[in-house]
């Protein structure tokens, strides 16, 4: 994989669902792995910065999981509600440049009331 | 705390005209500091970056060129602006120390038309 590939494309799921996105990414020379939440008429907004294999990380009822080995990584909501509707983003660097971030095109998520 | 103002929030601008976006960070020093595109069905694309006054690193080539006078202040402009310019432009900036294992802070974007 060269390039950072999120699946699926969009989403609708109803409240209380619970769900998850995956995001591929290059493993050679990994460096960090990034996932940011990005709400309609605002900036994307940091989720969780992952370095190291295996790396689980929460936040309320997100978290996200790390794969370097294989390339992947996970995100899932747990109980989805409405304002968790959004696009969700992954983004990889890699230890040869890893100031520049190379990102996915995201996850559409709408959660219906 | 940081926060981090771009402007202006949409501009519409005839082809061939200049351009002058501007990127400010309150409550840090020395950021890294980013301009990236989002076009129409397109992921974020990284256009410039910067780790100190006066230095900018290009990742595409392209129309439009980045300055950093000031230390918290970021710039991207363009001397004749192309119908390809347009697009969604976010400002980001991040802590300096362990430089993409640290978060990005986005500014609010500037929506950029050419008509």
């Avoid at chain 1, 390339?71 to 696009?87: N, R, V, W």
């Avoid at chain 1, 095109?105 to 959660?111: E, K, Q, R």
């Amino acid at each position: 994989i060269l390039n950072v590939e999120q699946s699926p494309q969009s989403l609708h799921v109803q409240e209380g669902d619970s769900t998850n996105f995956t995001c591929s990414f290059p493993s050679s020379n990994f460096y960090a792995l990034h996932w940011y939440r990005w709400e309609t008429a605002k900036s994307p907004e940091a989720l969780f910065v992952m370095t190291l294999n295996g790396d689980e990380k929460k936040k309320g009822r997100i978290s996200a999981t790390l794969n370097t080995k294989e390339g992947y990584s996970y995100l899932y909501i747990k109980g989805s509600q409405p304002e968790d509707s959004a696009t969700y983003l992954c983004a990889s660097s890699n230890a040869g440049n890893n100031r520049k971030l190379i990102w996915g095109l995201g996850t559409s998520l709408a959660v219906n009331p | 705390s940081q926060t981090i103002h771009q402007w202006p929030a949409t501009l519409v601008q005839p082809v061939g005209s200049p351009l002058s976006l501007e990127c400010t960070v309150e409550g840090t020093s020395n950021p890294n500091l980013y301009w990236y595109r989002q076009a129409a069905g397109r992921g974020l694309q990284l256009l410039f970056y910067s780790v100190g006054i006066g230095q900018i690193s290009s990742e595409v080539p392209q129309n439009l060129s980045a300055s950093r006078p000031q230390d918290r202040q970021f710039i991207l402009s363009s001397k004749k602006l192309l119908l390809s310019d347009s697009g969604f432009y976010l400002c980001a900036w991040s802590q300096v120390i362990g430089a993409s294992n640290q978060p990005q802070h986005f500014g609010d974007g500037t929506r950029l038309s050419i008509l």
